[in-house]
């Protein structure tokens, strides 16, 4: 899974077409992977997953062979990168056309009320004049405030200050989290069937040695021994 030998990427940056193609052609798991965390954004799928492609075809072009790493963990900061960067520039919310109307019915409303009485239309009397429930007129006239951008800085000063998401990071590095996650998926994709059992019932279905000796048909020593062998199978490949 996203194996990539390090001659074929240097070939694909040299402008080998069929080692280019190639290696798309194997990460695209890799990106739709990533993908998944932004699915209900109000952003289509197959959008944000030629956005991510666009990130990987960066890596491939990019990629650096001092960090001594594979493909897969070097192209994950620059599909993330790019997902994130579009979302970042096509504005913080999707406003529907409806929605945009009525706020527009809305805003001219409010303003020959104004001309006219002097005072500020009550909600009640807009839902009353438009025929739309209060609830979708507070939607609508909602959908006109300014969002402040979470890449907005906290202070006036662009050189000091602090974006809103620095302010309200988790301090995870979501690069290497995902990064982990692609490691451990292909640690357990090398495993035997018996093992990748035992590590889905232990670890994914909280199932204890006992249980899963029982549903395995085999020992508690057993599952014990050969859970030990795996996790420290698995603890080298993951830190080599």
Do not use: H
Request: hydrophobic share 35%; no cysteine.
């Amino acid at each position: 899974m996203y194996e990539n030998n390090t001659k074929d990427i240097l070939l694909a940056k040299q402008g080998d077409k069929e080692k280019f193609n190639e290696l798309i052609e194997n990460n695209k798991g890799l990106v739709y992977s990533i993908v998944k965390r932004f699915i209900g954004r109000g952003y289509e799928v197959d959008d944000l997953y030629q956005i991510g492609m666009m990130g990987l075809v960066k890596a491939i072009k990019r990629f650096d062979t001092d960090f001594e790493v594979k493909l897969s963990t070097y192209a994950v900061p620059y599909i993330l990168g790019e997902i994130k960067r579009f979302l970042r520039d096509d504005g913080p919310i999707k406003v529907s056309r409806s929605l945009k109307e009525l706020s527009a019915k809305i805003s001219a409303l409010q303003k020959e009320y104004q001309d006219r009485e002097g005072i500020e239309i009550t909600i009640e009397e807009i839902a009353k004049k438009l025929k739309v429930p209060k609830e979708e007129i507070a939607m609508a006239m909602e959908s006109n405030n300014v969002v402040e951008s979470i890449y907005s800085k906290t202070t006036s000063n662009d050189e000091d200050g602090i974006n809103i998401l620095d302010k309200i990071s988790t301090n995870k590095d979501e690069a290497e989290y995902i990064t982990n996650n692609i490691a451990l998926k292909e640690a357990i994709s090398n495993l035997e069937n018996k093992e990748k059992q035992i590590i889905l019932l232990r670890y994914y279905k909280d199932k204890t040695q006992s249980q899963v000796a029982k549903i395995l048909g085999i020992s508690q020593v057993q599952v014990s021994r050969i859970e030990k062998k795996i996790l420290n199978s698995m603890k080298l490949k993951l830190i080599s």
